[in-house]
């Protein structure tokens, strides 16, 4: 099963230890079926012969499924990771028609009933779809089905931002890490870090790989809460122009940078990043790729070329793919509107056209399921504030795109990559990455050392 | 100029403290002249002005141009790196015709004259080319023009490898590192290295990124000498299988291992990469890609795909490119046929439709600069050896070759790409690149770190 994580084992330890499923009597099924809505339509034959079907389909994975009738179909599973119910017919059918886009409906909105281990349970999704041939076809066809085009146009990037980043501070406040609210995959050099170290290490990291010197002026594209934006202006003394279209989130940060005293080192633009103007030093975006449609990358690698000075270097860091395709459905509609994750090769769409040339990548993937587990983790722990804060059908949202998350980068269906670049004829760039991985009180500037 | 090495400005020296250049008295081209088998026929205005528009066109390179009587055409040019006589008509003809493919062909046969810093006076034309909008359109027409489609079969690539790396071994061991004859990028993580001590490290380097540990098994395509398969044998204590289809260097490569005693270790197959079979924990190829048509990555691909393990990596080293386009004409017609560096983006036709991750991608141009400097530096100073090993037309497309290279790399034209991979469900991966650049004593395997 991959990466299990203690708590999830204690999940599955939780449903196995029932004992509940030795026999055809489906007694967990029965007890939460009284509080689900069941259908009172008589379930038949066809039905259960759906459910095997579907379940063989996506490899089998280890589930206990029943539907409104409360009687397992599947009841030969023996080391559960979940229990399921399908509490009407119409679910069954929309789960079949478009499983990407309707599970994860059905499930916020109660009429599928999931208790147990969703990370784990998505993984072996992702890993019995991932080994079929004829499934990936099929797949496809799905997704393709399941999904919109994206064009985000001004507007649209407008409003599919506030859809994600406005819902309320006070949300993510909840569960990010507590010293820079950073919503961008952190980075663990070292097992045991906390979120909170671990969100700091990305800072230095992605500081390092820019090699900033004092002084340096530095435009960031999609700044978030202005988490790296301050940080850099704090530590690496240099002076940040940072973009970002979501107002909540710029209010935020404007405030953070008065209160500590930066507000002449940091500048918060509320404007897309395609109204960049003037010329910086450094060039730095962290999570707004996934943002971009693929048709405006040359666009933004235009922005990037007539901003960034002749010995400037860049950095974007951003979630990817191997194999090229859309968003997974459900999650772009509901969670990500706008989202489309690149390949390494779709993202050179931003620098080859404009002659700039790539340096350095790499991909931290992994580090990305160790913060989503530890988003998850804090994600639980508040679950009653935000039920109040939001509603049980907006928690149950949020944790199926973690846990979904969590899996994906589990398994490679997603990827993390931080790609440096610069002028294409720029020579003062550093040959050795040694500078970046040496001892925090040895920091050169090696872009600068001719 | 941006790179000019103090070899290159010692000759620039001495082409400009001459002092011919301030009148319009040709004298060192009247002392060339009488050497180099000039043209009877008489130079006409026409003749004058096309020259004129040749080098206006290429963006004024600091050059002296004379025709067939002797007479310059740009006196004007004040620092010359060089200077260039057209012996007759039709040689500049068919260098206005196709100056990627004629020129060097019409140096080689001495038809072109050309004296002073040729890595300088490239690296002018490549800036002069760039820096015009209208100029790239014309050199991408001229440049397919020029250029051959690239379709290496089975055949053609023997054919291909036969005509650049069967010349003869002595020849290269003239001018490579006497260490491990590597014939492709060195590294230089510290600026003092020697051309030995930079191939060495550049062989850890690779190394380390793969993270050898003892007993693994290894397989290596386009082998060259063999010298990155012994050292991988002796120094990381695995097992090597090493394909190559140039039999000079399979026979050179084993004639080594014996006599080291590797034999055992190192099994060298004269063959195509396409043939490789079995399984392995490692996928190695440094300098091979280059050699490989473009339409044949997704097959590379799929034998990767096949001979690596579950929890194998993969590095390839290779020139590359940052825009798209076919080898410089004459190198890929007279020195390298069947030559095409890739860019990032096409190398991943590679990884991403065969499910293979990339980790990570370092480009070390700079690098190639500075090996190809000291190649060149060796080359010079054993030119009569090799003229007499070949001849005068032999040696001036091998210098032409080498300082050209040398200017593509300064200028950013080439690149050099390093890329590690492995299957994408793989979680056996370092989550940090610090491994790599820790000192040797501490070399540890974190792939296999669980």
């Known amino acids: ?29 029965k007890t939460l079926a009284k509080k689900s809505p069941l259908s009172h339509s008589t379930v038949t034959q066809f039905d259960r012969w759906l459910v095997r079907k579907m379940v063989d389909v996506v490899g089998n994975p280890p589930v206990r499924i029943s539907l409104w009738d409360g009687v397992e179909v599947t009841p030969y599973c023996k080391n559960p990771l979940a229990i399921m119910i399908y509490c009407d017919r119409a ?26 281990d969703m990370a784990g349970f998505m993984q072996a ?60 995959c952190a980075y663990f050099p070292h097992d045991e870090m906390t979120l909170e170290q671990a969100q700091l290490a990305k800072l230095h ?61 940091v500048e918060f633009v509320l404007d897309d990043y395609r109204n960049i103007h003037g010329k910086f030093d450094v060039f730095v975006s962290v999570g707004m790729l996934e943002h971009v449609a693929k048709h405006d990358y040359q666009e933004l690698g235009q922005v990037i070329r007539s901003c960034l000075k002749k010995e400037g270097r860049g950095l974007i860091h951003s979630i990817g793919r191997v194999v090229s395709g859309p968003m997974n459905a459900w999650i772009e509609r509901r969670i990500f509107p706008g989202a489309c994750p690149p390949t390494l ?48 059908e907006f928690v149950r949202a949020w ?19 931080q790609v440096v670049f610069g002028h294409v004829e720029n020579n003062k760039i550093p040959r050795s990455r040694q500078y970046i991985y040496e001892a925090d009180k040895n920091l050169g500037h090696p872009f600068h050392v001719t």
């Not at 003394?237 to 507000?263: C, M, P």
Request: proline share 2%; with cysteine.
């Open 125 to 184: 999704i992702f890993l019995g779809i991932s080994g079929k041939d004829k499934i990936s076809r099929l797949r496809k066809t799905v997704l393709w089905l399941g999904h919109r085009s994206i064009f985000n146009s001004f507007d649209q990037a407008k409003e599919n931002i506030h859809h994600h980043y406005d819902i309320g501070n006070a949300f993510y406040k909840l569960w990010l890490d507590e010293e820079v609210m950073q919503y961008t």
């Open 399 to 417: 944790s199926l795109y973690l846990y979904g998350s969590l899996a994906a980068f589990n398994v490679g269906e997603l990827q993390l990559f």
């Open 345 to 392: 090769s779709e993202m050179m769409q931003i620098f080859e056209p404009n002659n700039l040339a790539t340096y350095d990548v790499e991909n931290i993937r992994l580090h990305y399921s160790k913060t989503l587990q530890m988003w998850s983790e804090r994600f639980e722990q508040h679950k009653d504030e935000i039920v109040e804060m939001m509603d049980e």
């Open 1 to 29: 099963m991959g990466l299990i994580t203690p708590q999830k084992q204690q999940q599955h330890r939780a449903v196995s230890n029932t004992n509940h499923f030795t026999g055809y009597c489906p007694s967990p099924f």
């Open 205 to 265: 990291h992605v500081c390092r790989k820019l090699a900033l010197k004092p002084g340096d002026s530095v435009v960031e594209a999609g700044c978030g809460w202005g988490g790296l934006a301050r940080f850099m202006a704090r530590h690496y003394d240099v002076k940040v122009t940072a973009y970002n279209i979501s107002k909540e989130q710029i209010k935020f940060a404007r405030h953070r940078a008065e209160e500590e005293g930066l507000s002449d080192k």
């Open 91 to 116: 679910a069954l059918f929309k789960t079949i028609l478009d499983p990407e886009l309707h599970w994860g409906d059905l499930y916020c909105s109660g009429r599928v009933v999931f208790e147990g």
